[in-house]
């Protein structure tokens, strides 16, 4: 089955660190941009950032561009979102999702075709 | 980077058509693309490329577009569809950018 599983919910206090995870399956990960979307509680969708995990490639949204860090590892066919230091600002729920566009082939343009379920993410002191 | 203009809600009686719209000046430059989310859930793509519908979204939703504007067209409307719509589109750059949304009431 073609999926996105990403990890659980996080509570977390202002300053800390995190990274959430996006495990990919059902599809050559490598080969596929996948990015991180946020929305805050009751607000719309805010694109952060797109990563290619064959060579890391990496577009970041000026809205978000060194708040937050994009990796992936196609050896284990997961992406990752990584804070250093959290803000309260930071709570929101965070979905991963590809586009199945590349080189080769891009029959549905630059849609996310598929998303992962969201990680909720609170930081609260 | 731009905005995309939605209404931020509307109400439909069942079986009526629901057309939202999105504008902005980019689109007649750029494919826009269509999102369903419902309470709770992940978004959904429901149309691709201005028009374009994925296998398994029911025929009642279409889409169009017309100079600055965008519209997702669901025509006979059921109960099921009560949930919030995102248009989407890009930039040169290869950025993304979401519309503000539209909560339809059914």
């Known amino acids: 089955e073609v999926q996105l599983v990403q990890s659980g919910a996080e509570v977390k206090k202002p300053g800390e660190s995190l990274k959430i995870s996006c495990k990919a399956s059902?599809?050559?990960?490598?080969?596929?941009?996948i990015g991180w979307v946020r929305q805050t509680p009751g607000k719309g969708l805010e694109w952060m950032g797109i990563i290619f995990p064959d060579d890391s490639d990496t577009r970041d949204s000026p809205s978000f561009q060194g708040q937050v860090t994009l990796s992936a590892d196609k050896s284990i066919n997961t992406a990752y979102l990584q804070w250093h230091s959290l803000k309260a600002s930071d709570t929101a729920m965070y979905y991963c999702?590809?586009?199945?566009?590349?080189?080769?082939?891009?029959?549905?343009?630059?849609?996310?075709?598929?998303w992962g379920q969201g990680t909720l993410v609170t930081v609260s002191s | 980077s731009y905005e995309l203009t939605q209404p931020p809600s509307m109400s439909v009686s069942p079986g009526q058509t629901a057309r939202i719209t999105c504008s902005a000046d980019v689109l007649p430059k750029q494919f826009a693309y269509w999102y369903q989310q419902k309470p709770g859930q992940a978004p959904v793509l429901i149309i691709y490329k201005d028009t374009e519908r994925p296998s398994g979204v029911p025929e009642r939703f279409s889409g169009s577009s017309s100079g600055a504007t965008v519209t997702l067209t669901i025509s006979g409307v059921q109960a099921e569809d009560e949930a919030d719509y995102y248009c989407q589109s890009g930039d040169s750059s290869g950025a993304y950018v979401f519309g503000t949304g539209t909560k339809v009431t059914v």
């Open positions: 059902g599809y050559n990960f490598a080969t596929y941009w």
């Open positions: 999702a590809t586009t199945f566009c590349n080189s080769s082939t891009c029959s549905t343009g630059n849609a996310f075709d598929l």
